[in-house]
């Protein structure tokens, strides 16, 4: 059974990078897939981005000029970083693995989120 | 990119039937999932491709589309079922309805 788990600083100062990993285990991140969503206080979910284990990636359009998604296969784990941070940057992210094909994309599971709270 | 709407909330009886509606323009094409999720926790799939239940997903839990609408059912709802749930779609990127709060009163 695949587990995700976010880790991370839970306070951010704004204009900096917010960086979170997420470490996969129960399963291999090779040949799949893997996500970052965030969900601000209260609010509804927002899909940030998707990797591929080789690398290739597909990101939101609107943050897309502010994200990258990395992954490292060695560790079995997967980075997010977000750079100019404001407080409306400020949510609970998730990772989650994800099922890409020809016309479907879906994710599970996540794992339980992290708190990035955007505030100097 | 798209959009997907639900209704804000909605309200059911236990025991009765819940449906939740989400309508986008890609939906005909693209297939849908839905979310729940519960205070505190984090989302869990409950349908996929429009129609499919991952397994542990109780039977109660159905999907089905028509058209540019997709439908979660809930039949006998039960208490443990007041949750937030979210649509999901995908064209060229992925996208979220808005969420629907279910109550069970």
């Known amino acids: 059974q695949v587990q995700l788990q976010e880790s991370g600083p839970g306070l951010v100062n704004p204009s900096d990078t917010l960086s979170l990993t997420c470490t996969v285990s129960?399963?291999?991140?090779?040949?799949?897939?893997w996500s970052w969503i965030r969900q601000p206080p209260g609010k509804g979910l927002e899909w940030i981005g998707y990797?591929?284990?080789?690398?290739?990636?597909n990101y939101n359009p609107s943050l897309k000029s502010r994200v990258t998604i990395s992954v490292d296969t060695s560790k079995n784990q997967f980075s997010l970083k977000l750079s100019s941070v404001t407080a409306a940057d400020t949510a609970v992210y998730y990772c989650?693995?994800?099922?890409?094909?020809?016309?479907?994309?879906?994710?599970?599971?996540w794992g339980q989120g992290t708190l990035v709270t955007v505030s100097s | 990119s798209y959009e997907l709407t639900q209704p804000p909330s909605v309200s059911v009886s236990p025991g009765q039937t819940a449906r939740i509606t989400c309508s986008g323009d890609?939906?005909?094409?693209?297939?849908a999932y839905w979310y729940q999720q519960k205070p505190g926790q984090a989302p869990v799939l409950v349908i996929y491709k429009d129609t499919e239940r991952p397994s542990g997903i109780p039977e109660r839990f159905s999907g089905s589309s028509s058209g540019t609408t997709v439908t979660l059912t809930i039949s006998g709802v039960q208490a443990e079922d007041e949750a937030d749930y979210y649509c999901q779609s995908a064209d060229k990127h992925v996208v979220f309805g808005g969420g629907t709060k279910l109550s069970v009163l």
């Open positions: 890609a939906l005909p094409k693209q297939f």
């Open positions: 129960g399963g291999f991140i090779s040949d799949k897939y």
């Open positions: 989650a693995r994800c099922i890409v094909g020809a016309t479907w994309v879906w994710f599970d599971p």
């Open positions: 990797i591929y284990f080789s690398g290739s990636t």
